[in-house]
């Protein structure tokens, strides 16, 4: 994984080191059964998210004054133009789920993104730097760190005002503590390798030891903690939506969907389950992707 | 060990001032007048704004105002709300009792079931036992709790009608709160069908909190499990011809659950985050729920005496883990 590595290819290689790398992480991902699945599943919805525009069968705002809670087609009243039923003010449900995939992976990108590169800045210079300024962010992290999550992100909601960008805000500073832990865990271990003291002595900055050197030999363990990032944020926007303080209706967000439903629980199933079951399988799809990543990520989870 | 102790409760000190400036400044955040979202006045003469200003202490130095809160708090004074003019500490008390209640409840329920979930998916490793057990948690761990909580309705009080929607007890039964928790003061009260109903309505909101706890915790205990299971000792154990049972029962179970008692202490602040699904699900009054209709009142010294509370509690049961993880381990006491 060092640049040294990869710069030297040898002619007796059939593939370049990249490429063989590429293939070993495969190899190691693909024997976890559960991650390729997770992963198939994974991609099936960023496709259909990005064609929801298209693959829609409805607007997912226009609503059917003559088709209120039509349950889905399979059960007795079900209308073939409304596969999956509409909710109570007669909105196809399948069209606002579609949409709804689109609002939760945005959500899962741009909160893992906000949290991981401030993370990531935050701990590499606390692992590189040490000393005084190492205490004063360790311990800041150590303050965030002391609410629950949930808690603390409703109450940043609450300060900033209800809505999918301030949620989307509160969750990803609410995250980024655990991406410092791991940066500055993972470059403490790799500072005093022999690699880097070579760079040093060969003349390079701060800047460039601390991003170029040292930080890609410290992905590994970031990369596994974005995907539980990604997929813990859209559970957690799901939560706020929920209760009334992430997206706000008629946005056909899951969560929000899902409290905007619950008064019909006992009448009409499908308004609760749906929404639900669009999250459960998702954050469950992103959940195997990322064991498959631990494992074939993490040398010391690698089998000999 | 007396220094091991010192030393973790003084690096508390600074977290927890930290801690206390954050739930200090998030009233001083918010956009708008604080004294009109205090006082819940929306006309007011710039003498009477000035009057409140002066009562509130919102005149003085920020510093001054913090100090002072701080002080307030040291004398256990956390303020009192804005819609119930109760001190803050007080209805904390009132409301605690719930939490707690339904967070041990949940707790025991992921450990009864957790522990020995793992512990038979390590002996029987990759077996269909194994695998179901495992898929099972994950989808456990990837649960949306608060839509979990809604199917749980539909199914065992829309459909099945066994347990009842919401609440702690059915309203036929009253008596005097005196351990506030609903399951004792119901037998203590000696009214028949209190306890059962108290119970049947702890069976939902249990299951429901303690669904990502049950997960977590058989994971770690099968992870741990495995890898006591490929030590030395247990080797030598098993080569000394002891029987299966004293070997994982005895040798192995106990090393393993090092790791899993951490694991359960951590569960603490999963606990609190989902009682506020949970407790606003089932309207269940305790903390989480006081917490978020607080915020929805926008009762915000009730947010801010609450986060300083709840954040305390935390970091006591992180204290209390640690010092325990230090008594069990010496090693990780130098």
Same mark, same amino acid.
């Given at each position: 994984m060092t640049e040294a590595a990869t710069k030297t290819v040898s002619p007796l290689d059939e593939m370049s080191p990249r490429r063989r790398q590429l293939a070993e992480f495969w190899f190691y991902f693909s024997e976890n059964k559960g991650a390729v699945i997770g992963l198939w599943f994974f991609v099936i919805l960023v496709i259909l998210a990005l064609l929801a525009p298209l693959i829609? /069968?409805?607007? /997912?705002?226009? %609503?059917y004054r003559d088709a209120v809670l039509v349950p889905p087609v399979? %059960?007795? !009243? !079900?209308?073939w133009e409304y596969l999956l039923g509409t909710d109570a003010v007669g909105r196809d449900i399948l069209s606002r789920l579609l949409f709804g995939a689109r609002y939760s992976l945005f959500i899962g990108i741009v909160v893992t993104a906000i949290a991981m590169a401030a993370g990531v800045l935050v701990g590499v210079v606390a692992g590189y730097f040490r000393g005084w300024i190492d205490t004063v962010i360790m311990r800041l992290m150590d303050i965030i760190l002391a609410f629950p999550s949930l808690l603390l992100a409703l109450t940043l909601v609450a300060v900033l005002g209800p809505g999918l960008n301030n949620a989307m805000i509160a969750i990803a500073l609410v995250y980024q503590p655990h991406f410092v832990r791991l940066t500055r865990a993972a470059v403490m271990s790799e500072k005093t390798r022999d690699y880097v003291i070579a760079s040093r002595v060969a003349g390079a900055g701060p800047l460039r030891l601390m991003f170029r050197t040292i930080l890609p030999n410290c992905m590994a363990p970031l990369i596994v903690q974005g995907t539980l990032s990604f997929s813990n944020a859209i559970l957690d926007a799901a939560a706020l939506g929920f209760l009334g303080m992430g997206a706000q209706p008629p946005t056909p967000e899951w969560g929000t969907m899902l409290a905007e439903a619950r008064e019909f629980i006992l009448r009409a199933w499908w308004v609760v389950t749906l929404p639900g079951i669009a999250i459960l399988v998702t954050v469950l799809a992103i959940n195997l992707m990322g064991d498959g990543l631990r494992d074939a990520l993490d040398p010391k989870m690698k089998r000999s | 060990m007396l220094k091991f102790f010192l030393g973790r409760v003084l690096v508390l000190v600074p977290t927890f001032i930290g801690v206390s400036i954050i739930a200090f400044s998030f009233i001083r955040l918010l956009p708008g007048d604080p004294v009109m979202l205090m006082s819940g006045e929306r006309v007011m003469s710039p003498e009477r704004h000035a009057q409140i200003m002066h009562e509130l202490g919102m005149d003085r130095p920020m510093v001054m105002q913090y100090l002072s809160y701080i002080g307030g708090i040291l004398r256990g004074d956390f303020g009192t709300s804005v819609v119930t003019k109760q001190p803050i500490l007080h209805q904390f008390f009132t409301l605690f009792p719930a939490t707690l209640e339904l967070s041990l409840c949940a707790i025991i329920f992921a450990i009864v079931l957790g522990i020995p979930a793992g512990v038979f998916a390590a002996i029987k490793r990759g077996s269909f036992f194994d695998q179901s057990v495992m898929g099972a948690a994950l989808v456990g761990y990837s649960m949306p709790i608060f839509w979990w909580g809604l199917l749980l309705i539909i199914l065992f009080s829309g459909i099945l009608r066994w347990t009842p929607v919401s609440g702690r007890i059915d309203l036929l039964y009253f008596f005097p709160p005196v351990t506030g928790f609903m399951l004792i003061d119901s037998l203590l009260s000696g009214q028949k069908g209190a306890f059962a109903s108290a119970a049947s309505h702890l069976i939902l909101p249990t299951i429901v909190l303690g669904t990502i706890p049950l997960a977590v915790i058989a994971r770690q205990t099968r992870s741990a499990m495995l890898e006591v299971l490929s030590e030395d000792y247990v080797r030598t154990a098993r080569a000394k011809g002891l029987s299966p049972f004293r070997v994982v029962g005895i040798h192995a179970l106990r090393n393993a659950m090092i790791p899993v008692i951490t694991t359960i202490g951590l569960q603490v602040g999963v606990m609190l985050a989902g009682a506020i699904l949970t407790e606003s699900i089932f309207s269940w009054p305790g903390i989480g729920k006081w917490m978020v209709d607080s915020v929805f009142k926008r009762d915000y010294p009730v947010i801010q005496g609450g986060l300083l509370l709840i954040a305390g509690i935390i970091m006591l049961v992180n204290l209390l883990v640690d010092l325990a993880y230090g008594l069990v381990n010496p090693r990780i006491r130098h």
């Open positions: 829609a /069968p409805h607007e /997912p705002y226009l %609503q399979w %059960q007795e !009243g !079900g209308r | -």
